[in-house]
T-cell receptor, first 114, second 115 residues
């Protein structure tokens, strides 16, 4: 079984500040990890993914995440927040045992103040 | 040229009614999914189809019946709607066969409100 824990249902930052959204996973086999963003009243958009290879992955809109196996973490970062980054962010995990069922974390709402 | 589309976007109906939601993807993917997002934004898989074959059926009331007429379409029919069915339903698709990319692409969602 796999699971995802996102620490903090809400994270508030000032525009220009560092964004750090935390994600820890549990998986009995090597995981594939994803971050999705959901803007109000919209679907989920893939930000970035880790499958194999380089553990630091870069995504869209200046976001990146680092897979740390020893810490079972996949935290999402962005050096400088923009107002347009305000949204709900979801971390998700899947494995390659059978068909890929995505298990989502409960989401973190990122609030950006001027 | 929307990748994953759903209709309708909003659906308001009364308890006891039957309704359907349609999903289409033009990405050439072989696997499609239905997710339910509750009022707390929690996303949970409901069903998954691979090449028109049902492969995942989570603990969902049998009032919910998915149908996949072909690889590009996955519909969701809901009988005898209940208040607790109110949620946002998302369709998604992915490529699981040769050249699998593992990520899932989501539609814009259908907001179902049962009164």
């Amino acid at each position: 079984a796999q699971s995802v824990t996102q620490l903090g249902s809400h994270v508030s930052v000032s525009e220009g500040a560092l964004v750090l959204l935390r994600c820890n996973y549990s998986s009995s086999v090597p995981p594939y990890l994803f971050w999705y963003v959901q803007y109000p009243n919209q679907g989920l958009q893939l930000l970035l993914k880790y499958t194999t290879g380089a553990t630091l992955v870069k995504g869209i809109n200046g976001f990146e995440a680092e897979f740390k196996k020893s810490e079972t973490s996949f935290h999402l970062t962005k050096p400088s927040a923009h107002m347009s980054d305000a949204a709900e962010y979801f971390c998700a995990v899947t494995t390659r045992s059978g068909y890929s069922t995505l298990t989502f974390g409960k989401g973190t709402m990122l609030l950006v103040s001027p | 040229d929307t990748a994953v589309s759903q209709t309708p976007k909003y659906l308001v109906t009364q308890m006891g009614n039957d309704k359907s939601i349609k999903c289409e993807q033009n990405l050439g993917h072989d696997t499609m999914y239905w997710y339910k997002q509750d009022s707390k934004k929690f996303l949970k898989i409901m069903f998954s189809y691979n090449n028109k074959e049902l492969i995942i059926n989570e603990t969902v009331p049998n009032r919910f019946s998915p149908k996949s007429p072909d690889k590009a379409h996955l519909n969701l029919h809901i009988n005898s709607l209940e208040l607790g069915d109110s949620a946002v339903y998302f369709c998604a698709s992915s490529l699981e066969g040769t050249g699998a990319s593992y990520e899932q692409y989501f539609g814009p969602g259908t907001r179902l409100t049962v009164t």
